[in-house]
Each structure stands twice: as C-alpha cells, then as structure tokens.
C-alpha cells in the first residue's frame, strides 16, 4: 500500500469509528447471529492475489459486523464492561504504528520508562503504598499466574524453578475466587488438588477463621501452604473479601498474599472508597484491570507486586543475545512477566489518565455507582423482585421471584426472562449462581450509559416480567 492510500483509507477508518462510536447504540447489543453463520459467509481458502482495500472493507462492514457483540454499546450490562475511549484508540493507533516490540530497556527506551511511570501514577491513584512497582500485563490471568509462579519460587526458595516442584503446596482462595486462578494453580504446577476453595458469609467474602482453619489442616497432615489469593470485587458478585484480616494470616503463616483486584480495584480511585485497600501493607502483589472500568482498550492489565526482586528471580532469563551493556542501570520488563515480546501498552493507559485526569475518571466512576444504585432501589420497590447480593460498585445482582416456587423454578424462569430481555437487542446482561440460587447480573460501567438505558433496561425487565407471569 502507498502512503496515499494509507492515508486516505487511515481517515476513512477513523471516520468510521468516529461514527460507530455514535451509532453503536442503533446495533442489537449481543450479536444476533447462529453458530457457523459467518464461517460460511467467509472462503475456504485465502486469495491467491491481494485483493485491494475497498474489497476488504467491504467485507469487514457486511460479513464481520454483524457477528460483532457491542461492549461499547451503552445498553451493555453484561459480564464486566471492557469499556475503551476515543482517547485510548487513538493511542492504539499510534502503538500500531510505531510497530516496537518492547521486551527490553534497548528495544525501546520510552516504552519501558513510560510504563514505569504510569504504573507509579496509577499505584498512587489507588493507594497502594509507596516502593510498590507496576508493571502492564495483558490480563489479570497472566497477572495471576504470575503471582503463583513467585509465590511458589518464595516458598521453595527459587529451587522449585530448578527442579521442579518436590512436594505438594496449597494454595487458597474463596469459593467465589475467579476461574482464572483454578487455571493458574494447574499450570503453575501446584496441581488443582492443592487449591482450597474457602467458604464465604452471607456477603460472600471469605471467612477468615474458615482459611485460617484451612491452612492449619493441611499443615497438621504434612502439606505446605502458599499462597493466598483475596478478592477485591467478586466476579458474580463484587464481594469483597476481610483483606487485612487475611493479610495477617498471611503474615503470621509466611503466605504469599496477591490480591485478585480485576473489577473493583478501579473504585479504589474515589477518596471515599480508600478503605478498600485497608491491609495493602500486606499485598504481596495486586492486579486490577484498566481494560475494564478505566477507559483503556482492551488489553491492559496492571499488576504489582511489593518485592520486584521476587518477581525477576522468578522470571529472569539471560540469554547471550539478548545482553547489553545497560542491563544493570535499566528496567528489561521481559523479566517481569511470562511472554518475551511484548506491547507499548503504556502509552494508551498514559493518553487515558492524562486526558480525563484523575477526576475525569473518578466522576466516570461516580456516575456508575450512582446508577447501579438507583436500579437496586427499583428492584428493591417493585414486590416481584429481589436483590441477591449486597451492592458494593456498580453490579447489581438480582431476580424475578414467586412465592413457593424451587431453585430449580426460579432459574428457568429467570433464564427465560433474561434470554426474552436480551433478545430484544437493546440490552444484554448475563447471569450467575449465588451459592445455587440464580441471579441475573446488571453490570454498569459503559462510557456511554446514562440514566436513560438503565431505565430501559428495567423496564424492558418489568414488562418482560409481566407477560411471563400472566396466568
Ligand atoms: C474479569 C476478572 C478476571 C479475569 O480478567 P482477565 O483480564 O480477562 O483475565 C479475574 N478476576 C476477576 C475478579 C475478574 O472480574
């Protein structure tokens, strides 16, 4: 491609994303498509010849859109948001120009320094305390594998990445911990026999005295606990689990102590919400991610960690090719994490805080849980509904009930009025189980929701209701 073409086809891109960014509203949220649908609307094999741009587009604008699902539509209330900016994009773009693979010092000097500084910018955003270093992940799943790769190579005092690991160590998290850390303590080597699933209160935050329990069985019968892994915002329910209760365990057993931060460490950001992070004197490293409630594109992940030496022990390579002369002067983030290459992440989470400010933010944030507030207050008026969990951010999780009616009753017809909500195109939330009770999940926290869609979105769920439970 010509420079002319680039730059023609460069602004007829941004025009269009300027304009999606307009009318994602006008697109049926979830996409509506049947499995193999654009499979089979795509060719078997690729061109032989390249084929020019405005044949590709074409494609991109009449096969692909509509197999996409809208996180940035304003009715999105599913999962979690992954919600970006127009200030993040363009940063992308520049990322994606630029082309650099930021593995080292070397192979990029601003990359390495930049994320450097927007991690200790964000760490001071949130409160995590000072000497905490940063470094971007591309998920918290990386960012918590990580943690239990150093917490495994602490607890065996780096041997375990020489020879494997010889014996059996634990590793505990709620029952409500996210599946990512199931994941992790597989591949991590600790083998999922290990980990414990510690049961929660009526708020679904961890019990201390069941963990502490927890760690002194499997210390009586010969086994080594680990690591202990808190939640800062569950991801059914936003929990948030006794953190500087159990960061003192960790202390007193000697435990890794990483705190799983994903959704909610993005509250941390509102003066009133610091006590979120009462006891991160005891984080021995803490993930949240700025790809979901921080206007930064998907993938960004920010992870800490107190001790950085922990971190590079566990990760360092030293390979003959990749040495410089500056290695001991410089950070090489290669060494902070599981992937050799890696992204300029940095620069779009650096145009996202420096454009909206911390206040910018903190008022996006604000709005968010001012909303989901109003909605649990409507679920809590209407007698045909009820809130399932306390509401801590901006999750509300709730459900349609009947007198008399069984879980099993209850799930059926909440799942037939969730699919009914969805199916209208104009909202899409998700569902969860709540120590086996269903429960339909609202999630806040798109840029472009306001009242308006939240309003929609329940009475779409009221009059859906209506109808379902005409006699
Ligand atoms: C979303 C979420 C994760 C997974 O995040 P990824 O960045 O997609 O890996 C982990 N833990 C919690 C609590 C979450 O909400």
Same mark, same amino acid.
């Given at each position: ?27 049926? $949220?979830?996409?509506? $498509?049947?499995?193999?649908?654009? =499979?089979?609307?795509?060719?078997? *094999? ?58 080292? &010092? ?27 270093? /940063? $470094? ?46 199931? =994941? ?6 600790? /083998? ?18 069941? +963990? ?30 006794? +953190? ?14 990483? $705190? ?31 790809? =979901? ?19 590079? *022990? ?22 902070? /994490? ?9 620069? =779009?989470? &650096? ?10 933010? *903190? ?31 901006? +999750? ?21 009025? +969730? ?53």
């Amino acid at each position: 491609m010509d420079k002319e073409t680039f730059r023609y086809y460069g602004h007829e891109f941004i025009d269009w994303v300027a304009d999606y960014f307009e009318e994602v509203e006008q697109y049926p $949220v979830r996409s509506p $498509v049947r499995p193999g649908e654009i =499979k089979a609307a795509l060719p078997d *094999r690729p061109p032989l010849a390249g084929e020019p741009m405005e044949t590709i587009f074409e494609d991109f604008r009449e096969v692909i859109m509509p197999g996409i699902t809208h996180w940035q539509h304003p009715g999105w209330f599913a999962y979690f948001p992954a919600n970006n900016s127009p200030e993040s994009v363009l940063a992308e773009l520049l990322t994606a120009g630029l082309g650099a693979q930021c593995m080292i &010092w070397q192979t990029s000097p601003a990359a390495t320094e930049l994320e450097e500084v927007v991690m200790r910018w964000l760490g001071r955003m949130l409160g995590l305390p000072e000497g905490t270093s /940063g $470094v971007i992940q591309d998920t918290a799943s990386t960012a918590t594998l990580c943690a239990l790769l150093s917490a495994r190579e602490k607890a065996t005092g780096f041997e375990a990445n020489l020879t494997g690991l010889d014996r059996p160590l634990c590793v505990y998290t709620s029952e409500e911990g996210h599946s990512s850390i199931d =994941k992790a303590v597989k591949i991590a080597g600790y /083998g999922i026999e290990s980990l414990r699933h510690i049961p929660t209160d009526d708020d679904f935050a961890m019990i201390p005295e069941e +963990l502490e329990k927890a760690i002194e069985n499997d210390r009586a019968e010969g086994l080594e606990p680990a690591c202990v892994i808190g939640t800062l915002g569950t991801t059914s329910s936003t929990a948030v689990d006794p +953190l500087p209760e159990i960061g003192a365990i960790c202390s007193r057993y000697g435990l890794w102590f990483h $705190v799983d931060a994903a959704f909610g460490g993005t509250a941390a950001l509102l003066d009133e919400k610091k006590d979120l992070l009462t006891g991160a004197e005891y984080f021995d490293s803490f993930v949240v991610n700025p790809h =979901k409630w921080m206007l930064t594109n998907f993938d960004c992940s920010a992870y800490f960690v107190k001790d950085e030496e922990a971190l590079i *022990r566990t990760f360092e390579i030293h390979p003959e090719y990749l040495k410089t002369g500056l290695d001991a002067q410089v950070k090489n983030f290669r060494d902070w /994490g599981i992937q050799l290459g890696r992204r300029f992440r940095a620069l =779009k989470l &650096w145009f996202v805080i420096r454009s909206y400010g911390v206040e910018g933010l *903190r008022d996006m944030i604000r709005e968010h849980i001012r909303l989901a507030s109003l909605f649990r207050q409507w679920v809590e008026e209407d007698s045909r509904f009820e809130v399932m969990a306390p509401v801590q951010f901006s +999750l509300v999780c709730f459900r349609l009930k009947i007198e008399g009616a069984d879980e099993e009753k209850l799930a059926r017809l909440n799942a037939e009025l +969730l699919e009914k909500v969805n199916r209208s195109g104009r909202v899409f939330m998700t569902h969860t189980s709540l120590k086996g009770r269903y429960a339909i999940r609202m999630a806040i926290g798109q840029r472009a929701t306001e009242e308006r869609h939240v309003r929609e979105a329940w009475d779409l769920l009221t009059q859906t209701a209506a109808r379902l439970l005409q006699p």
